[in-house]
């Protein structure tokens, strides 16, 4: 899908983006904002902007964007005993 934004061009100096850089500014921010409403996944938007893990981490750390939070559903997918060795189990 192709978008078209327009942004006034003082706005634009007054940013301080290269008007080559805005087209990936956006969308990366609106990717950060859909994985912070909960609607993309963290590695989705990884995925997406062509980044690693760490760069990724760094861009979501910049953003302020939350960890999201723990449900009771993940706890019923966690174990509920110690780790065996693999050499011990049976």
Do not use: N, W
């Amino acid at each position: 899908m192709e978008v078209t934004l327009e942004i006034p061009e003082p706005v634009a100096k007054t940013l301080g983006y290269a008007r080559e850089t805005l087209p990936h500014r956006a969308l990366e921010a609106l990717l950060v904002h859909e994985c912070a409403r909960g609607r993309l996944s963290r590695g989705k938007v990884a995925e997406l902007l062509g980044l690693s893990f760490h760069e990724a981490e760094d861009l979501f750390r910049s953003r302020r964007v939350p960890y999201p939070a723990k449900t009771t559903a993940d706890d019923a997918c966690e174990l509920t005993g110690p780790l065996q060795p693999l050499g011990d189990a049976q």
